[in-house]
């Protein structure tokens, strides 16, 4: 038995952010960020009401209601993201409790962008192996708590954001899949956690933001992704013009338009939502599919390819018939 993904949802902050408005209190320009990016405006979170867990618990229920399945039922529940409200309960316990999914299994994934699809490929594997047979994915992130705001050339770029599917074990559904990491390239794209403090060592208790080195992470994107892309398609024996949408990892459009010059494909293969949510690391996959199904855009039987890269580095990539 494979996932097969039976609803969607997503959930975005309240506020949203324009670039003028950021070009009002930092050196930047609505211009800069939408030609070096397409990021038109971003989501952020702007009250206490307003956490990783709420919205990831909008975003769950809103894939639940849209799947029929009910939070009793689920077997497991996987939330991947890199920024949990607590280092400990996992987000995905707390969204358990929320729910009342009594009988799940629940636990966080730390895959970066990559995790969505790095969950998504756990819940696959324990279906084959017959452990469980309904699953809740959701990818979440409030990147903004983690961002260095002084740093221009990462904060424009990141969101909020959730987005949830549930899975139900079936004969058809996730075709195969492609995941990899690379640790030794780490640390262009970092966030340090707490350092040590204890009564033999302190080396000072400040978390640190998040730095990246955009220029590196770009090259590893558009290198890394299509050869992903390719592998799969070549392991699942399609053509890239089989695949009726490519769902990438929303980061910069000026990637996914390469990625799609690489495969010799239109855009129009490419559905988008970068301009609007910025980039929203593990979230940004499953919020544009719940966009898209919401959209009436898919119809039964076609063929989804998911991909995404990230921090890690983490690669992954999925094909899945809808
Ligand atoms: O999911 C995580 C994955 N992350 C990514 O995919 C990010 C991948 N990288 C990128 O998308 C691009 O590298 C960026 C969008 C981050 C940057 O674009 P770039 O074309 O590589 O710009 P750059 O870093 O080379 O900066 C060019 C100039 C610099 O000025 P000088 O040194 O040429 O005078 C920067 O200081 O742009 C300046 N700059 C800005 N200017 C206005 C950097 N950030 C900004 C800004 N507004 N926000």
Redesign the pocket.
């Known amino acids: 038995m494979r996932a097969k993904i039976i609803g969607t949802g997503s959930c975005l902050p309240d506020r949203c952010v324009t670039n003028e408005y950021?070009?009002t209190i930092?050196?930047?320009?609505d211009e800069?960020?939408k030609s070096?990016?397409g990021i038109r405006e971003r989501h952020l979170v702007s009250s206490e009401t307003e956490t990783t867990l709420t919205l990831a618990v909008k975003a769950a229920k809103a894939a639940l209601a849209d799947s029929g399945v009910l939070p009793e039922e689920l077997g497991l529940i996987l939330v991947a993201t890199v920024s949990s409200d607590f280092i400990t309960p996992s987000t995905a316990c707390m969204v358990q409790k929320e729910l009342g999914a009594s009988h799940a299994a629940a636990f966080d994934i730390n895959a970066?962008?990559s995790g969505f699809l790095f969950a998504l490929n756990t819940v696959d594997a324990y279906f084959q192996a017959g452990i469980y047979q309904t699953a809740l994915i959701i990818g979440v992130e409030t990147l903004s708590k983690i961002i260095d705001w002084k740093?221009?050339?990462?904060?424009?770029?990141?969101g909020d954001g959730a987005g949830a599917v549930v899975v139900k074990a079936a004969e058809e559904g996730l075709i195969a899949s492609l995941q990899g990491s690379d640790g030794s390239g780490g640390d262009i794209?970092i966030c340090k956690n707490r350092t040590n403090n204890n009564p033999y060592i302190s080396t000072g208790t400040d978390p640190d933001f998040l730095y990246?080195?955009?220029?590196?992470?770009?090259k590893?994107?558009v290198k890394k992704e299509p050869e992903c892309i390719n592998a799969l398609l070549k392991q699942a024996g399609f053509d890239a013009s089989d695949v009726t949408y490519y769902l990438l990892?929303q980061?910069?459009f000026?990637?996914i338009a390469s990625i799609a010059r690489k495969l010799k494909l239109p855009l129009e293969k490419f559905p988008s939502n970068v301009s609007h949510c910025g980039?929203t690391?593990a979230a940004?996959i499953p919020i544009l599919l719940d966009e898209v199904h919401r959209e009436g855009k898919l119809s039964e039987g076609d063929l989804l390819l998911l991909s995404?890269?990230?921090?890690g580095l983490t690669w992954g990539a999925a094909l899945l018939r809808w």
């Not at 930092?26 to 320009?29: E, I, K, Q």
């Not at 221009?152 to 770029?157: A, G, H, Q, Y």
């Not at 995404?308 to 921090?311: E, I, L, M, V, Y």
């Open positions: 950021l070009s930092m050196d930047t320009s800069w960020i070096r990016t970066a962008c740093d221009r050339s990462t904060c424009v770029l990141f794209l990246m080195d955009g220029q590196e992470v770009f590893f994107a990892h980061a910069n000026r990637i980039n690391s940004s995404g890269f990230g921090a």
